[in-house]
């Protein structure tokens, strides 16, 4: 069920008409600990994983957790992968499914890769159409790895997509950014509140500008166009301000003006866990205009 979220305190177009060129879709998740079942979407839930395929290992040998200082190196074993996020066509039918499927798994080997100047766990992308792995059964049990970097970890987290605009916060170019700077400040002045506080947002989402922490640094395709936004993956969960759903917080959300706090009773069930390396995201893309959908994923902390 979708969330309510408090209005902003000004309209951003009528403040800033720059920027209408630049709104964007997004959907929310606002992942929070519970039971999530394999017909659910859902964060760090069980996945619809096809009985025929066997669970994901990673066979990487350089692979190694970073708590392990006196021994880096995991070894040759196989690690288990762990279920990151499933996403029904029915919950977020905005994702660009390809033809005949309507399940998007993610999952991830939970240790530290070094790969495409990343120091991250290593994912892995699937779509998968719901009938036909209902048709031939799914996997009972999903192995748990026999290591792992805690912080990529998640606990089981229900989702709850909500459909909203924003503005971009990391994607606004400096000089957008530097016209605007008065705006921004005229803004503050009037309402107390900013602008990247109300318009924009870091939090698990799909579609809309990726939850960047850092500069952006968007992939292109093979086919040389620029990969779009598909998810965000992130550390960081509102628990106060404009982007806190109204029914957590602990006052009337009309007395807010977008700064509410999370209520106590609620917070500790917010977000799904990981620090992902130093409260940091990862960035999922691709290339809808290609035949085979090509994927490829960015980090940063």
């Known amino acids: 069920m979708a969330r309510t979220v408090p209005p902003a305190p000004f309209n951003v177009a009528e403040w800033i008409p720059e920027l209408a060129g630049l709104v964007r879709n997004s959907t929310l998740l606002y992942p929070r600990s519970g039971a999530p079942r394999v017909h659910d979407s859902s964060i760090g839930g ?14 990487d040998p350089e692979h190694y957790n970073p708590m392990h200082e006196s021994a ?5 074993q196989p690690v288990a ?44 992308l699937h779509w998968r159409s719901e009938a036909e792995v209902t048709a031939t059964g799914t996997l009972p049990d999903t192995p748990a790895p026999y ?6 970890v998640p606990r089981p987290c229900t989702i709850s997509p909500t459909r909203i605009t924003e503005y971009p916060n990391w994607d606004m170019s400096e000089g957008l ?65 404009r982007w806190l759903p109204a029914d957590e917080q602990r006052v009337h959300v009309e007395e807010l ?37 090509p994927w490829t994923y960015r980090y940063d902390c």
């Not at 106590?264 to 990862?282: F, K, Q, S, T």
């Open 257 to 293: 003006l977008g700064r509410g706090e999370a209520d106590p009773a609620v917070e500790d069930a917010i977000g799904h866990g990981m620090d992902m390396g130093d409260l940091g995201g990862m960035y999922f893309f691709v290339c809808p205009a290609c035949p085979d959908t």
């Open 72 to 76: 880096p190196v995991v070894g040759t």
């Open 177 to 241: 950014a530097q016209t605007l700077g008065d705006r921004f400040d005229d803004i503050e002045a009037e309402f107390g509140c900013s602008y990247y506080d109300m318009a924009t947002t870091i939090q698990s989402k799909v579609g809309g500008y990726p939850g960047w922490t850092q500069p952006p640094n968007w992939p292109d395709c093979a086919c040389g166009r620029r990969m779009g936004h598909l998810l965000s993956i992130t550390a960081t969960e509102p628990v106060s301000g």
């Open 81 to 124: 992968m762990v279920p990151i996020i499933q996403l029904y066509a029915r919950d977020v039918p905005e994702l660009p499914f390809p033809t005949g499927r309507d399940v998007l798994q993610i999952v991830w080997c939970p240790l530290i890769h070094e790969s495409q100047d990343q120091c991250t766990a290593l994912p892995r």
């Open 147 to 152: 290591d792992y970097d805690e912080g990529f």
């Open 46 to 59: 069980p996945l619809l994983w096809p009985v025929t395929e066997p669970w994901p290992q990673c066979a």
